[in-house]
Nanobody, 125 residues
Protein backbone atom coordinates (compact mmCIF):
# COMPACT_ATOMS: atom_id res chain seq x y z
CA UNK A 1 0.00 0.00 0.00
CA UNK A 2 1.05 3.53 -0.74
CA UNK A 3 -0.41 6.50 1.07
CA UNK A 4 -0.52 9.92 -0.56
CA UNK A 5 -1.33 13.18 1.17
CA UNK A 6 -1.63 16.45 -0.74
CA UNK A 7 -1.21 19.93 0.65
CA UNK A 8 -0.84 23.45 -0.62
CA UNK A 9 -4.14 24.16 -2.31
CA UNK A 10 -5.97 27.42 -1.75
CA UNK A 11 -7.29 30.53 -3.38
CA UNK A 12 -5.33 32.83 -5.63
CA UNK A 13 -6.02 35.57 -8.11
CA UNK A 14 -5.53 34.94 -11.80
CA UNK A 15 -1.88 35.32 -12.69
CA UNK A 16 -0.79 34.17 -9.26
CA UNK A 17 1.07 31.06 -8.13
CA UNK A 18 0.50 28.07 -5.88
CA UNK A 19 2.70 25.15 -4.96
CA UNK A 20 1.10 21.78 -4.30
CA UNK A 21 2.94 19.07 -2.43
CA UNK A 22 2.31 15.34 -2.23
CA UNK A 23 3.85 13.27 0.55
CA UNK A 24 4.15 9.57 -0.21
CA UNK A 25 4.59 6.84 2.37
CA UNK A 26 4.32 3.07 2.61
CA UNK A 27 5.50 0.79 -0.20
CA UNK A 28 6.92 3.62 -2.29
CA UNK A 29 9.62 1.34 -3.71
CA UNK A 30 6.90 -0.09 -5.99
CA UNK A 31 6.04 3.26 -7.52
CA UNK A 32 7.31 3.89 -11.06
CA UNK A 33 5.41 7.05 -11.99
CA UNK A 34 3.85 9.92 -10.06
CA UNK A 35 1.30 12.27 -11.51
CA UNK A 36 -0.91 15.20 -10.77
CA UNK A 37 -4.46 15.05 -12.07
CA UNK A 38 -7.27 17.52 -11.74
CA UNK A 39 -11.03 17.41 -11.71
CA UNK A 40 -12.51 20.60 -13.08
CA UNK A 41 -16.17 21.60 -13.21
CA UNK A 42 -17.95 20.15 -16.21
CA UNK A 43 -15.41 17.40 -16.81
CA UNK A 44 -16.51 13.86 -16.13
CA UNK A 45 -13.04 12.39 -15.82
CA UNK A 46 -9.94 13.53 -14.06
CA UNK A 47 -7.43 14.90 -16.54
CA UNK A 48 -3.70 14.50 -16.32
CA UNK A 49 -1.74 17.66 -15.58
CA UNK A 50 1.84 16.44 -15.18
CA UNK A 51 3.69 13.15 -14.77
CA UNK A 52 7.18 12.29 -13.63
CA UNK A 53 9.02 9.00 -13.99
CA UNK A 54 10.58 8.00 -10.71
CA UNK A 55 13.66 6.31 -12.12
CA UNK A 56 14.53 8.50 -15.11
CA UNK A 57 12.88 11.74 -14.06
CA UNK A 58 11.15 12.04 -17.43
CA UNK A 59 8.42 14.64 -17.28
CA UNK A 60 5.19 15.04 -19.21
CA UNK A 61 2.95 18.09 -19.20
CA UNK A 62 -0.51 18.55 -20.60
CA UNK A 63 -0.56 21.21 -23.31
CA UNK A 64 -2.74 23.50 -21.23
CA UNK A 65 -0.05 23.82 -18.49
CA UNK A 66 3.17 23.74 -20.50
CA UNK A 67 5.40 26.62 -19.61
CA UNK A 68 3.36 27.44 -16.51
CA UNK A 69 3.51 24.35 -14.26
CA UNK A 70 6.49 22.30 -13.13
CA UNK A 71 6.54 18.91 -11.44
CA UNK A 72 9.43 17.90 -9.23
CA UNK A 73 10.42 15.13 -6.86
CA UNK A 74 12.52 14.96 -3.73
CA UNK A 75 13.54 11.34 -3.34
CA UNK A 76 15.03 11.91 0.09
CA UNK A 77 11.68 13.11 1.43
CA UNK A 78 9.38 11.10 -0.86
CA UNK A 79 7.57 14.25 -1.85
CA UNK A 80 6.31 15.36 -5.24
CA UNK A 81 5.51 18.99 -5.88
CA UNK A 82 3.60 20.86 -8.53
CA UNK A 83 4.60 24.48 -8.94
CA UNK A 84 1.77 26.34 -10.65
CA UNK A 85 2.47 29.78 -12.08
CA UNK A 86 0.39 32.19 -14.16
CA UNK A 87 -2.77 30.54 -12.94
CA UNK A 88 -5.92 30.99 -14.98
CA UNK A 89 -9.55 30.72 -13.94
CA UNK A 90 -9.83 27.50 -15.95
CA UNK A 91 -7.15 25.93 -13.74
CA UNK A 92 -9.56 25.88 -10.81
CA UNK A 93 -10.57 22.48 -9.54
CA UNK A 94 -9.55 19.67 -7.25
CA UNK A 95 -6.00 18.48 -7.75
CA UNK A 96 -4.97 14.92 -6.95
CA UNK A 97 -1.59 13.28 -6.79
CA UNK A 98 -1.49 9.67 -7.89
CA UNK A 99 0.98 6.80 -7.96
CA UNK A 100 1.38 4.15 -10.62
CA UNK A 101 3.31 0.88 -10.73
CA UNK A 102 3.66 1.33 -14.49
CA UNK A 103 6.82 2.70 -16.04
CA UNK A 104 6.78 5.15 -18.90
CA UNK A 105 4.73 7.93 -17.32
CA UNK A 106 1.22 6.70 -18.09
CA UNK A 107 -1.39 9.36 -18.76
CA UNK A 108 -4.67 7.60 -17.99
CA UNK A 109 -6.14 7.80 -14.50
CA UNK A 110 -6.98 4.12 -14.86
CA UNK A 111 -3.25 3.34 -14.73
CA UNK A 112 -2.93 4.86 -11.27
CA UNK A 113 -3.72 2.72 -8.27
CA UNK A 114 -3.09 5.04 -5.36
CA UNK A 115 -4.63 8.47 -4.97
CA UNK A 116 -4.50 11.29 -2.50
CA UNK A 117 -7.60 12.88 -1.07
CA UNK A 118 -7.38 15.91 -3.34
CA UNK A 119 -6.74 19.57 -2.66
CA UNK A 120 -8.90 22.45 -3.86
CA UNK A 121 -7.47 25.17 -6.09
CA UNK A 122 -9.57 28.29 -6.59
CA UNK A 123 -8.58 30.99 -9.05
CA UNK A 124 -10.45 34.27 -9.06
CA UNK A 125 -10.41 36.60 -12.00
Amino acid sequence: QVQLVESGGGSVQAGGSLRLSCAASGATYRVESMAWFRQTPGKEEREVVAVIGIRDGHQYYADFVKGRFAISQDNTKNTFDLQMNSLKSEDAGVYYCAASMIMGSPLSPRDYVYWGQGTQVTVSS
